[in-house]
T-cell receptor, first 111, second 114 residues
Framework: SQTIHQWPATLVQPVGSPLSLECTVEGTSNPNLYWYRQAAGRGLQLLFYSVGIGQISSEVPQNLSASRPQDRQFILSSKKLLLSDSGFYLC??????????FGPGTRLTVL | AQSVTQLGSHVSVSEGALVLLRCNYSSSVPPYLFWYVQYPNQGLQLLLKYTSAATLVKGINGFEAEFKKSETSFHLTKPSAHMSDAAEYFCAVSEDNYGQNFVFGPGTRLSVLP
């Protein structure tokens, strides 16, 4: 069966520090991968999606970036965090037209 | 492009009462439709989905939804609310395989009152 992992689960970082969040998927190949952010009390904001290794599409201009170095690995990064980067980050995958499957999320607090 | 609206950002019901969460969509092709639930500090979990088979779809935790093409709706219902149903609910639409063509609604927070 397929599983999706995200780490870390929680993270507290100072403003201006770098960020690296990792997402890995097991039990499937060539999935579409997604990064979402939820600000407090808000809905899902699609940040990036990827349809294959090295293929990244950005939905929102920001100081974040994403990379997909391997088929089932998706990384969200920043060189310098802003206060507004705080939120709950969710990774998801899907294949074909069917549903997305979500990871457990990472709670990021920027101080 | 497809879109999803959810009427009511916050819905409150009494325990044991009917739950009705509304979802309307727009799509240029026959859509796939989904309902997800999110508990605090957790990822989204699929409740149910419509993929062009039966229009009345049953999901987990006693929830069901009916696809009504004429009304472009996919409302979520549960006959009797339980305290554990308190969560955020998201409706979503998918038109095709392409990465970006999976759109979520803004979500509805369900509160269940004792």
């Amino acid at each position: 069966s397929q599983t999706i992992h995200q780490w870390p689960a929680t993270l507290v970082q100072p403003v201006g520090s770098p960020l690296s969040l990792e997402c890995t998927v097991e039990g499937t190949s060539n999935p579409n991968l997604y990064w979402y952010r939820q600000a407090a009390g808000r809905g899902l904001q699609l940040l990036f999606y990827s349809v294959g290794i090295g293929q990244i599409s950005s939905e929102v201009p920001q100081n974040l970036s994403a990379s997909r170095p391997q088929d089932r690995q998706f990384i969200l990064s920043s060189k310098k965090l802003l206060l507004s980067d705080s939120g709950f980050y969710l990774c998801a995958w899907r294949q074909g037209r069917d549903e997305q499957f979500f990871g457990p999320g990472t709670r990021l607090t920027v101080l | 492009a497809q879109s999803v609206t959810q009427l009511g950002s916050h819905v409150s019901v009494s325990e044991g009462a009917l739950v009705l969460l509304r979802c309307n969509y727009s799509s240029s092709v026959p859509p796939y439709l989904f309902w997800y639930v999110q508990y605090p500090n957790q990822g989204l979990q699929l409740l149910l989905k419509y993929t062009s088979a039966a229009t009345l779809v049953k999901g987990i935790n006693g929830f069901e939804a009916e696809f009504k093409k004429s009304e472009t709706s996919f409302h979520l219902t549960k006959p009797s609310a339980h305290m554990s149903d308190a969560a955020e609910y998201f409706c979503a639409v998918s038109e095709d395989n392409y990465g970006q063509n999976f759109v979520f609604g803004p979500g509805t927070r369900l509160s269940v009152l004792p």
